[in-house]
């Protein structure tokens, strides 16, 4: 009998949407999504490595953490990774592989430095000179429809769940309707945000119809049986106290998987995974011996029930968004530990986009709450991560235990916090300044 041919795959994601989807529960009809997830495994608590887009995309991309893989910052202004031979795409193209990319990468200054073999469309509007006119789901459709001799990687990334939202549509999609919308925890119930969360709904509703798509064009042309879907978001909500934060509003990510391998029976899995274990387990699947840079872990033990767990910790760091905020956290299934870095006594406010929701929060005062450089949570009693138990003499152990987490997760990867407190961004890059207001606010180049 012929050896089976290693499977298709496609990394299906999107910005900046969390966990905000029907699948996990939430009032936001995505039903592309919840027959994806009927039919696969649904990861509940799923996370990234990094809140902010280009950390973490390289880090899915690579199976490596951000500061690992050299990515601390954000593409499009100037940083990038040590070595694109990390990428994923490198190493299934030398394992007979044909790789394509689709949308959003967001990875390098120049999206054609990666090493895709082919790009069938990169939409993106952080790199609109490098942007074509084709739709990114068309283009992945027509590739669909072709004869293929090789198994494929395709990266769709999807830019529609990034503002500016577009319009809610609450005439034909009742959901939509502001004043029946619910914000995001831990957000406040008021008119701004509601009207910030039905546009939210909208986006959302024009991901799911994308995925639908393309799932609609695995199907007809025979290729879903093969093909491992992978479908993700790259970190939280572009709503304030969400992305750029680690605490689980910005971290915590939607992940669905479908395909061979035992993806398969409408499973829900409550074990911690990371968005780094992505690449790992294609590798897997493909046969493929993980290369010794990946720090990701396979997660086909895990759903084929070989064991109950891959990970008791997950890890976490930002450096870069719009400007410097270096912080790192370790999570366990009960407790976050959170330390800051920047000495800072105010609120990095370039780092939160400019939106309604951000305005009513300055407006009440926000600027006035307390910026903690090292925090414990209980997330059993304290699921939000409002109430910081560092200096709880009754958490002590616990806090002794979580700092030494840390600490061997960043001694064990090298992590440049450790040589000198601080990450430079590299010649050329555009950061912010933490003390303005907005990252619309004029911007300094690093020399």
């Given at each position: 009998?012929?050896?089976?041919?290693?499977?298709?795959?496609?990394?299906?994601?999107?910005?900046?949407?969390?966990?905000?989807?029907?699948?996990?529960?939430?009032?936001?009809?995505?039903?592309?999504?919840q027959?994806?997830?009927?039919?696969?495994?649904?990861?509940?608590?799923?996370?990234?490595?990094?809140?902010?887009c280009?950390?973490?995309?390289?880090?899915?991309?690579?199976?490596?953490y951000?500061?690992?893989?050299?990515?601390?910052?954000?593409?499009?202004?100037?940083?990038?990774?040590?070595?694109?031979?990390?990428?994923?795409?490198?190493?299934?193209?030398?394992?007979?592989?044909?790789?394509?990319?689709?949308g959003?990468?967001?990875?390098a200054?120049?999206?054609?430095?990666v090493?895709?073999?082919?790009?069938?469309?990169?939409?993106?509007?952080?790199?609109?000179?490098?942007?074509?006119?084709?739709?990114?789901?068309?283009?992945?459709?027509?590739?669909?429809?072709?004869?293929?001799?090789?198994?494929?990687?395709?990266?769709?990334?999807?830019?529609?769940?990034?503002?500016?939202?577009?319009?809610?549509?609450?005439?034909?999609?009742?959901a939509?309707?502001?004043?029946?919308?619910?914000?995001?925890?831990?957000?406040?119930d008021?008119?701004?945000?509601?009207?910030?969360?039905?546009?939210?709904?909208?986006?959302?509703?024009e991901?799911?119809?994308?995925?639908?798509?393309?799932?609609?064009a695995?199907?007809?042309?025979?290729l879903?049986?093969?093909?491992?879907?992978?479908?993700?978001?790259?970190?939280?909500?572009?709503?304030?106290?969400?992305?750029?934060?680690?605490?689980?509003?910005?971290i915590?990510v939607?992940?669905?998987v479908?395909?061979?391998?035992?993806?398969?029976?409408?499973?829900?899995?409550?074990?911690?995974?990371?968005?780094?274990?992505?690449?790992?387990t294609?590798?897997?699947?493909?046969?493929?011996?993980?290369?010794?840079?990946?720090?990701?872990?396979?997660?086909?033990?895990?759903?084929?029930?070989?064991?109950?767990?891959?990970?008791?910790?997950?890890?976490?760091e930002?450096n870069?968004?719009?400007?410097?905020?270096?912080m790192r956290?370790?999570?366990?299934?009960?407790?976050?530990?959170?330390?800051?870095?920047?000495?800072?006594?105010?609120?990095?406010?370039?780092?939160?986009?400019?939106?309604?929701?951000?305005?009513?929060?300055?407006?009440?005062?926000?600027?006035?709450?307390?910026?903690?450089?090292?925090?414990?949570?209980?997330?059993?009693?304290d699921?939000?991560?409002?109430?910081?138990?560092i200096?709880?003499?009754?958490?002590q152990?616990?806090?002794?235990?979580?700092?030494?987490?840390?600490?061997?997760?960043?001694?064990?990867?090298?992590?440049?916090?450790?040589?000198?407190?601080?990450?430079?961004?590299?010649?050329?890059?555009i950061?912010?300044?933490?003390?303005?207001?907005?990252?619309?606010?004029?911007?300094?180049?690093?020399?």
């Open positions: 009998m012929a050896a089976r041919r290693p499977p298709n795959v496609i990394f299906m994601h999107s910005h900046n949407t969390g966990r905000f989807v029907q699948p996990y529960g939430h009032a936001v009809p995505t039903p592309n999504m027959r994806l997830a009927e039919e696969g495994v649904l990861f509940r608590q799923a996370f990234c490595t990094a809140p902010t280009s950390p973490s995309r390289a880090s899915f991309l690579s199976g490596m951000p500061h690992s893989c050299g990515m601390f910052g954000l593409g499009h202004r100037g940083f990038k990774m040590t070595d694109y031979k990390h990428h994923v795409v490198h190493t299934l193209k030398q394992n007979g592989y044909h790789t394509a990319l689709a959003v990468e967001h990875t200054p120049d999206v054609t430095a090493g895709y073999e082919q790009l069938l469309s990169t939409e993106d509007t952080n790199y609109p000179e490098l942007s074509d006119t084709q739709d990114p789901v068309e283009a992945v459709s027509e590739f669909l429809a072709q004869e293929h001799t090789k198994p494929f990687f395709i990266s769709l990334g999807l830019n529609v769940t990034h503002r500016p939202f577009p319009a809610p549509d609450p005439a034909n999609h009742p939509e309707d502001e004043r029946y919308c619910t914000p995001p925890p831990p957000l406040p008021a008119p701004e945000i509601r009207a910030d969360m039905a546009a939210f709904k909208a986006s959302a509703r991901m799911d119809e994308s995925y639908g798509a393309v799932l609609d695995l199907e007809v042309n025979g879903a049986d093969n093909t491992l879907v992978c479908c993700f978001t790259d970190h939280g909500l572009q709503f304030p106290r969400h992305m750029s934060n680690l605490e689980d509003p910005g915590a939607y992940m669905i479908r395909g061979p391998g035992g993806f398969t029976g409408g499973q829900a899995i409550d074990e911690m995974v990371s968005l780094m274990d992505l690449v790992p294609v590798y897997d699947l493909a046969g493929i011996t993980k290369p010794p840079f990946v720090e990701g872990v396979s997660l086909q033990p895990l759903v084929t029930g070989e064991c109950d767990s891959v990970r008791d910790a997950i890890f976490a930002s870069y968004h719009a400007a410097y905020e270096p956290c370790a999570r366990t299934a009960r407790h976050k530990y959170i330390r800051r870095y920047d000495n800072r006594d105010r609120l990095n406010l370039p780092n939160v986009d400019d939106t309604n929701s951000k305005k009513f929060l300055l407006d009440e005062g926000w600027r006035e709450q307390a910026h903690d450089q090292e925090m414990l949570f209980d997330l059993i009693f699921p939000y991560e409002t109430n910081n138990l200096n709880f003499p009754m958490m152990e616990v806090v002794e235990d979580m700092r030494d987490r840390l600490d061997q997760w960043m001694h064990e990867t090298d992590d440049p916090l450790l040589k000198d407190g601080t990450v430079p961004a590299p010649s050329g890059a950061v912010n300044d933490p003390d303005s207001d907005s990252p619309n606010d004029p911007v300094i180049a690093v020399p």
